[in-house]
């Protein structure tokens, strides 16, 4: 499996003079009877290698429990606070311009994390230089590239896209069933209301029988392709 931390020393990162870091930022959260409870930390640190191995940045250590409470009826999933995950990224932003690097982009996992927007557009309005990474747009054009069937709406939780990255990156870390998991959930209004189990008996939004080892190759690598354009924002005169 791909380590989760980097190993880079500061010789190295004195040597790389990285102007941007990246730090993933994950979860804790079930992800039915097939995926890990970290399921969304390693897709966060997935990417942020991704882009580490094309770009001279700065990889940082993931953030591994943020806000999953719309998951707390299942066992095994912790949270913590939205002001609390809003606080953490503000520190590692104020730490790490510190030491050599002059912009932050936080590396997104799970989506439940609806601060993080907010962290980076307070953050830029108040002259820290930060981004959040991927957009909507980015997840677009991946699942596009790597021809995933379902659609992002549809594809909500433990489905076709994150079953395919741990396919392709981690497949020991999959359990069995995976392939007759599938659940469709389209109509959510409430979930903020009464969270997942009010829509998934499973803890499964998701068509995860469609995922494939090739499908998560070609999201990363579209993803790290992506990137580019937000790199350019801070290392560009």
Request: include cysteine; glycine fraction near 8%; proline fraction near 5%.
């Amino acid at each position: 499996m791909t380590p989760l931390l980097p190993t880079a020393t500061t010789t190295e990162e004195r040597q790389r003079n990285a102007q941007v870091a990246i730090l993933p930022v994950g979860s804790f959260e079930q992800h039915g009877d097939y995926l890990p409870l970290s399921t969304d930390t390693i897709v966060a640190t997935l990417i942020a290698r991704q882009i580490a191995g094309a770009y001279p940045v700065l990889l940082l250590p993931p953030v591994t429990i943020s806000c999953s409470h719309e998951h707390s009826a299942w066992p095994g999933t912790v949270s913590i606070s939205a002001r609390t995950l809003h606080a953490i990224v503000t520190d590692v932003y104020d730490s790490v311009t510190r030491s050599g690097p002059a912009a932050l982009v936080v590396v997104n996992g799970h989506g439940g994390n609806y601060v993080l927007s907010n962290v980076v557009q307070e953050g830029n309005a108040e002259g820290r230089s930060m981004a959040l990474f991927p957009s909507r747009e980015d997840w677009n054009e991946a699942r596009a590239a790597a021809q995933l069937t379902s659609s992002m709406h549809e594809d909500m939780h433990a489905g076709e896209l994150e079953t395919s990255l741990l396919l392709h990156a981690c497949p020991e870390v999959i359990r069995p069933g995976y392939h007759s998991a599938d659940w469709t959930a389209n109509d959510r209004r409430h979930l903020l209301t009464k969270g997942m189990q009010a829509y998934t008996t499973s803890g499964v939004i998701g068509r995860p029988s469609l995922a494939t080892a090739e499908k998560g190759k070609a999201l990363l690598d579209s993803l790290a392709s992506s990137f580019g354009d937000v790199l350019d924002l801070f290392t560009k005169s």
